[in-house]
């Protein structure tokens, strides 16, 4: 119990994290569309950056620190950029599927603000992988491949609260496919970093504005 009960425990703060997703969750509807994002960046920041004073998990699991950095240039690059454009493949389909090839590129602040939030957004993911890890082998859990499962069971509480914050099918399927690419190059590198950049990339290539998306769906049946 004492993995749960400490403040300094990675049990502790994941009981807050499930808390706080059913929080945040139920408060969305009544959050204005544009604090939202502020609502869920908060959150996405805020608990791991409390949970780290705290020493409650750990930065190294994270993947913020101690980085093996061979390893990440290596193999992770390469798996990076493999990722990268298997969505700028499916970018271009999309666009010549709804014929919109013409289409604006989005205005530089809307990129940022997608670049900051997919980091937001991905230290959340990294502090859950990170405390379930450390958490399963505080516990002395007897399975094999830790890290693996670690991610896998991160991934399934991350995913209420990311599906949350988009409206949309598409943009669900979009972040769903993010998240498991996130996971898989979490699993070879550790490495939060490298993790973001995949991140924000697939999302700037694929997360179309909701007419855009719309234009692909209409069209689709055409062809």
């Known amino acids: 119990m004492a993995a749960f009960t400490s403040f300094h425990a990675p049990g502790f ?42 020493g409650g998990v750990s930065p190294r699991l994270m993947g913020l620190l101690y980085i093996d950095w061979i390893t990440s240039l290596r193999l ?8 990268i454009a298997v969505a700028a493949v499916a970018r271009l389909s999309l666009r010549r599927t709804g014929e919109t090839g013409s289409a604006a590129a989005p205005h ?24 379930v890890l450390e958490l399963m082998l505080a516990l002395q859990v007897s399975v094999q491949l830790p890290l693996y499962w670690s991610i896998w069971i991160a991934a399934v509480f991350a995913l209420p609260l990311s599906l949350a914050y988009r409206t949309g099918g598409y943009a669900r399927l979009v972040m769903l496919a993010v998240l498991v690419m996130t996971s898989i190059l979490f699993f070879y590198t550790r490495n939060f970093w490298l993790c973001w950049v995949v991140h924000a990339a697939v999302l700037l290539l694929l997360d179309m504005p909701e007419e855009t998306a719309a234009q692909v769906r209409v069209a689709a049946p055409q062809r």
């Open 13 to 54: 703060w994941l009981v807050i994290a499930l808390l706080g997703i059913v929080v945040v969750v139920a408060a969305r509807p009544f959050v204005p569309a544009r604090w939202r994002g502020l609502l869920f960046a908060g959150f996405w920041i805020g608990l791991p950056y409390l949970a780290l004073i705290a």
């Open 108 to 131: 530089w602040t809307a990129a940022l603000a997608t670049i900051a939030l997919s980091g937001a957004e991905e230290l959340f993911w990294c502090f859950l992988r990170g405390a």
């Open 76 to 83: 992770g690059v390469g798996l990076a950029l493999a990722l």
